[in-house]
């Protein structure tokens, strides 16, 4: 990368020491933070940001303004995940549109004692970030406190995490991955009461109406879910649909992964992760952190933070797009986690202060024993009792303040990574691609899609089209070329077809 200039609105962006150092020159007197950051955007400029160059647009005297650097950051290890659907995804979505049923995936989640889970792609490294978003990587960190990715029955061997009993696993969104027993039932109802255990559920018929469901893991129904509370901080699937005929209203599917099914009717459902439902989502509240992949979804609403890939809307379905539509909490799990890190490594400054001071007088009180002993004129003074136990005592301090240090290392390498984890989820939430609904047949007349900039209401029958947010002004666009999808531009969004954006109105 050459140190280059171009020229946009006022404004002159100049490229310094290879593209580390970015300023603006300003080409009249004033000139609005709105403008530059336009500018910016314009001109790939999106990383190193310097927050102090914005006070200085409204100085007369100051024509050039450093406005972006390249910066230091610690990546976390990248995993090659041994269970789950990960590998499975693109023939899952070809059953979704082609409308075939779902088997059970319980298999993809069984994993024997000893098993490894995960192991490591890449270790931790330092990276260097352009403002234009380039990355040159600098070293592998000397970090092998893997034990932060360990959750239940789980251990670290080596450079992979490895299972301690045989059960079901599952990964959650702070990198950890479980493993917890399954217990199989043949079906549940109001009579069993509530069930909330450490295990994972394998139900070989229905789940009944009125039932209460909590699971630290995985929960897979071989029949249906109907009108029942029903949780899990692993993936839920239900093989014969997800039914509230009975409008409970205390009828939840709350996961912490993916759920799995082959229909939702009259049901509030929050995934963590995608919702993956080979017929449709009726009448239905789903809330997405990752996609919603449906045959297709009829008077429901949809709050997806990445994107939707269905056949059919319809209805007069209400879409919102972003993630400004889903409260995101891995944020503020990371940030707790940071925060218990650096009291447990204040608690062992302190130890360690009051091991060295008590190491120091322990010191002072031997040598000054010893001086006096040599002053009197003792003889074989070290085989005095005193000198003995006094340097006995300063041996085991000693020894304390080593261990002590250790811990502190320990800590301090433990802290390193979850600061590491918690900045590339924050980067993994303001670099997700823009986000997208994805419609192979109609989307029909009625159908309500909003962003928190723009909201559209479909006026007329739509075929094949791809909708997605404009990274710049946060306005949706319309066009029927899916390619767009991996490739957006500024210069494609004038390419879309004029008939589908009058096909559109403001709502």
């Known amino acids: 990368m050459n140190n280059k200039k171009q020229i946009d609105e006022g404004l002159r962006i100049i490229s310094l020491m290879d593209g580390k150092l970015i300023l603006a020159e300003k080409l009249r007197e004033t000139i ?53 659907l990960e ?22 989640f069984s994993v024997k004692r000893n098993t490894v889970l995960l192991s490591v792609q890449k270790p931790f490294t330092k990276i260097l970030k352009y403002p234009d978003g380039h990355i040159e990587k600098k070293c592998n960190l000397n970090l092998k406190n893997y034990d932060i990715f360990c959750g239940k029955n789980t251990s670290v061997y080596q450079n992979s995490i490895v299972a301690l009993i045989d059960g079901s696993a599952h990964r959650t969104k702070d990198g950890k991955v479980h493993v917890y027993p399954v217990l199989t039932v043949k079906g549940m109802g109001e009579i069993h009461g509530k069930v909330d255990e450490e295990i994972a559920f394998k139900v070989t018929g229905d789940i009944h109406s009125n039932s209460y469901l909590e699971s630290p893991s995985n929960v897979f129904v071989l029949g249906a879910i109907r009108s029942s509370f029903v949780k899990a901080a692993g993936n839920i699937q239900a093989l014969e649909g997800i039914d509230n005929t009975k409008e409970i209203e205390s009828s939840r599917i709350i996961s912490k992964g993916k759920v799995i099914t082959v229909y939702i009717r009259n049901y509030r459902v929050h995934a963590k992760d995608r919702v993956l439902v080979s017929e449709g989502i009726h009448n239905s509240l789903v809330i997405a952190h990752d996609e919603v992949w449906a045959n297709f979804i009829e008077s429901s609403e949809i709050r997806c933070q990445k994107g939707i890939i269905t056949n059919h809307i319809r209805g007069k ?55 006096r002993l040599k002053d009197a004129g003792k003889t074989r003074v070290m085989l005095d009792s005193s000198i003995i136990r006094l340097f006995n005592s ?114």
């Open 317 to 371: 379905s209400r879409i919102f797009l972003g993630p400004s539509y889903i409260k995101e909490d891995d944020v503020d799990s990371f940030r707790h986690q940071i925060q218990l890190s650096e009291k447990k490594l204040k608690s062992q400054e302190f130890e360690i202060k009051e091991i060295k001071d008590r190491l120091e007088k322990e010191k002072q009180t031997l040598m000054g024993y010893f001086m």
């Open 87 to 108: 590998a499975f995804e693109s023939q899952i979505l070809e059953d979704i549109l082609a409308g075939r049923p779902f088997d059970t995936f319980e298999e993809k």
């Open 394 to 507: 300063l041996k085991l301090t000693f020894e304390q303040y080593e261990e002590s240090v250790k811990k502190y290392e320990r800590l301090f390498a433990e802290y390193l990574a979850y600061k590491s984890y918690l900045i590339n989820c924050q980067r993994a939430i303001k670099n997700t691609a823009p986000p997208f609904v994805k419609v192979m047949g109609r989307i029909e007349p009625g159908v309500i899609i909003a962003t928190p900039a723009h909201v559209v209401k479909v006026s007329k029958p739509l075929d094949h089209v791809l909708i997605f947010i404009d990274p710049i002004t946060g306005r949706l666009r319309f066009t029927n070329d899916f390619k767009m999808l991996s490739n957006i531009s500024e210069k494609s969004f004038n390419k879309m077809s004029n008939y589908v954006q009058q096909t559109v109105e403001n709502a």
């Open 32 to 84: 609005t933070s709105g403008e530059l950051l336009a500018v910016l955007k314009r001109a790939g400029i999106t990383e190193g940001i310097l927050p102090g160059c914005f006070p200085l647009l409204g100085r007369t005297d100051i024509v050039q303004i450093p406005v972006a650097r390249a910066f230091y950051r610690d990546e976390p290890p990248v995993f090659n995940v041994a269970f789950g």
